[in-house]
């Protein structure tokens, strides 16, 4: 089986208005930022599904696989990608983006310059360029504990 026939569906939350209603458990308010809004207005208004095929095309999935066991492939491999980025400024990114999402530019720009200096790892960038020059693998520290 195909991702042809695999579909991800956004019906279960925008299919209110095949019932007469607007969706009203917070699609409206996610997807607009999640997909192009004519694409939301289009899935909001229609009830339609969105194929896999557009989901992808859109960046709305970042990408199709045949079977369920290439899925947890997959998903494995970026997440070994992702685990081998320095903690510090994975957690800093992760934040970071979540913050632009709901900011302005300028927002996220102040926002940034407070955060950098806080997260800034002089030792990971050691690491990193010590790693690149004698092409191993970068050994990074844990994140450090929260402080309560």
Do not use: C, W
């Not at 209110?16 to 694409?39: C, F, S, W, Y």
């Not at 990971?124 to 309560?148: C, F, H, N, Q, W």
């Amino acid at each position: 089986m195909g991702y042809e026939s695999i579909e991800v569906s956004v019906e279960a939350k925008v299919a209110h208005i095949r019932l007469g209603m607007m969706a009203d458990v917070g699609t409206l308010n996610r997807m607009p930022k999640q997909l192009p809004e004519a694409v939301v207005r289009e899935l909001a208004y229609t009830g339609d599904r969105l194929p896999a095929d557009r989901a992808e095309r859109l960046g709305f999935v970042n990408g199709l696989f045949d079977t369920h066991e290439a899925l947890v492939a997959g998903a494995l491999e970026v997440g070994r990608r992702i685990a081998a980025k320095s903690p510090i400024a994975v957690s800093a990114t992760k934040g970071m983006i979540s913050h632009a999402r709901d900011h302005s530019v300028a927002e996220s720009f102040e926002h940034l310059n407070a955060l950098q200096p806080g997260i800034f790892s002089i030792d990971d960038i050691r690491r990193s360029l010590a790693a690149m020059k004698a092409k191993t693998p970068v050994e990074y520290g844990d994140l450090p504990p929260l402080r309560t």
